[in-house]
């Protein structure tokens, strides 16, 4: 009876000791939900939040939304006239309807002004035609006079095919002594004169004449493979020159000189080596003054 109590107290005590022995491996419960490192803020309203309990409805307890509501307005002073219907009255005149149109969005598109605006204030050489969309330019009156040389159809060969263009060579002058020649590139003819005598305005050269209107003395000009020479000549000889040389002489006032196209007859090169046989041309007075001698002394 004593043995079997002693090895009963020794299996209690046995069991005591290893359930009190903490373990080695320890196990961390897995989270439900994934933790976020960021810091979540409430946006902050400044307006208080009004509770349903707050707001007042008593203003339509008495209401009731099946009743027909009667309009009764306000009794209108005394002496007062009702405006008249937008239907009532004269009708407008068109004049009337285009003046209102023009001060509100002004000139029409016809170019036409009824409360007498400048309709060409922008660009007063511009003007529009009775055509919708389509702009008549007035030939500019500046003293010049215009002459085409030449108009050759030119092509641009591209990816997608041949371009058509059209190029002009255009003279100006005065026929007081001053001359310009221009060129100019269009999709059409009208264009392209008007595009040359724009750039032959932006090259205008001023030609040395004597009082008989021909050239102080000889000079020769080239301009690529085109060679000009220019000769004086006697009263009544008149201009003795072919192609763009004869043009341009015309265009400048001489009347009395000979010109002769040497190498290229290009009409755009011998237009341009005229200009640069011209300018190599002097006055006696300048060449006078550039060796300090009068001017008598020179045919000494």
């Known amino acids: 009876m004593a043995a079997t109590t002693t090895a009963i107290a020794l299996t209690l005590s046995s069991f005591t000791l290893s359930s009190t022995i ?9 989270p ?33 939304p099946e009743e027909d509501i009667v309009f009764d307005p306000p009794t209108p002073p005394e002496g007062f006239t009702p405006p008249p219907s937008f239907d009532e009255g004269p009708e407008e005149t068109e004049d009337e ?25 922008m660009d007063s050489k511009v003007k529009k035609s009775s055509a919708f969309g389509k702009v008549k330019k007035e030939k500019v009156r500046d003293g010049f006079e215009e002459r085409v040389v030449q108009v050759r159809r030119v092509t641009k060969v591209v990816k997608g ?48 004449m004597t009082k008989y209107l021909t050239f102080p003395h000889r000079s020769e000009g080239d301009y690529g493979a085109a060679k000009v020479m220019l000769r004086p000549a006697a009263p009544g000889t008149g ?4 192609g763009a040389v004869r043009i341009v002489l ?8 000979l010109g002769k196209q040497l190498g290229s007859k290009n009409a755009l090169n011998n237009a341009r080596a005229t200009v640069v046989a011209v300018q190599k041309m002097k006055q006696f007075r300048e060449v006078a003054q550039e060796r300090g001698i009068p001017m008598e002394e020179l045919w000494k």
């Open 22 to 30: 903490p373990s080695k491996t320890f196990f961390f419960p897995k």
């Open 32 to 64: 439900s939900k994934p933790i976020s490192l960021r810091r979540t803020f409430r946006p902050l309203s400044l307006t208080p939040q009004a509770k349903s309990s707050d707001i007042d409805t008593s203003f339509f307890d008495d209401v009731n």
């Open 97 to 121: 309807i285009a003046a209102a149109y023009e001060e509100l969005y002004g000139p029409a598109y016809s170019g036409v002004s009824v409360l007498g605006n400048d309709v060409y204030v």
């Open 161 to 208: 095919g041949k371009q058509l263009h059209f190029r002009a060579i255009v003279v100006v002058g005065d026929k007081q002594g001053q001359v310009g020649v221009g060129v100019g590139k269009a999709k059409e003819v009208i264009g392209a004169v008007q595009k040359s005598a724009v750039n032959a305005r932006r090259n205008i050269i001023t030609i040395p």
């Open 239 to 242: 201009v003795i020159a072919g």
């Open 250 to 257: 015309e265009m400048a006032g001489v009347e009395n000189a």
